[in-house]
C-alpha cells in the first residue's frame, strides 16, 4: 500500500485489517458448546438481531448471552457464550503490531470499528499488547490516538455519520485521511465525504 502526499490520518479497521477472523473456528466453538441454533449467523456473515444490537451497544454482554439461551433452549454460562463468540478472532500479529507503531511517528492513528464489547475486550485485553524487541510494552493506547467503536457510538459503518462524527471528534480534515477497510461498502461511504480509502481484500494488503 502507497500512502499518498498529503496524508496526515490513517484510521484502520479491525476486523480483517488488523486482527483475522475465522468463521469456521467461531462456529465450530458455537456447536461445541451448544449454540448450534445461532451458527448460521456467522456462517450467513448476518449481522442482525442480537448481533446487530450486541454492535450497536443497544444489549449488555449478559443480556446477549440471555438472548443466547432462549434462542438456544439451553443453560449456557456467560463465560461459555463469550468464548465461543470469540473464537471469530484469530489475532494480531506482531507485524502489523510492529508496522502501527512505526506509522505511528509520522502520522495520527486511530481506530474504527464495527464491533462489541465481548470482541473489543478481547482485542484490548489479549492481542494488542506487544513486547518490542527493546523490551518496552506496548497497550492498546500506544498505536492509536483515539479508538471508535459502534457500540460506544451506537453508529456502525456504512453509515456517513459514523465517519462525520470521527472526523469532528478527532478534528482531522477528509482530504488529509486515509481509510483502510475490507468492505467496499464502508470504503464508499468514506470516500463520499472526501476520505482517501484502501479496500483491504486479503488482511496483509496495507502492510505490503
Not at 483515539?146 to 459503518?157: D, G, N, P, Q, T
Request: net charge negative; with cysteine; charged share 25%.
Amino acid at each position: 500500500m502507497t500512502i499518498e502526499k498529503g496524508i496526515r490520518n490513517i484510521v484502520f479497521d479491525l476486523g480483517g485489517v488488523l486482527c483475522g477472523l475465522s468463521g469456521e473456528r467461531c462456529i465450530s466453538a458455537l456447536q461445541s458448546v451448544g449454540a448450534d441454533a445461532i451458527a448460521h449467523y456467522v456462517a450467513e456473515h448476518k449481522v442482525e438481531d442480537l448481533f446487530l444490537r450486541a454492535e450497536l451497544g443497544e444489549i449488555s454482554t449478559h443480556a446477549f448471552c440471555d438472548e443466547v439461551r432462549h434462542i438456544t433452549g439451553r443453560a449456557l454460562a456467560d463465560e461459555s457464550v463469550v468464548w465461543a463468540w470469540n473464537e471469530l478472532l484469530t489475532g494480531i500479529s506482531d507485524r502489523r503490531k510492529a508496522r502501527l507503531l512505526e506509522l505511528r511517528g509520522s502520522y495520527r492513528l486511530f481506530l474504527l470499528s464495527n464491533t462489541n464489547d465481548m470482541h473489543w475486550r478481547r482485542c484490548a485485553d489479549d492481542f494488542f499488547p506487544f513486547t518490542a524487541a527493546d523490551g518496552r510494552r506496548y497497550l492498546v493506547g500506544d498505536y492509536f490516538e483515539k479508538v471508535f467503536l459502534s457500540y460506544e457510538l451506537h453508529l456502525a459503518k456504512p453509515s456517513e455519520e459514523i465517519f462525520r462524527r470521527v472526523l469532528a471528534d478527532a478534528d482531522i480534515a477528509a482530504e488529509q485521511t486515509l481509510f483502510i477497510d475490507d468492505s467496499p461498502a464502508n470504503c464508499a461511504a468514506a470516500a463520499s465525504l472526501g476520505i482517501h480509502t484502501f479496500h483491504n481484500r486479503n488482511i496483509d494488503d496495507w502492510l505490503l
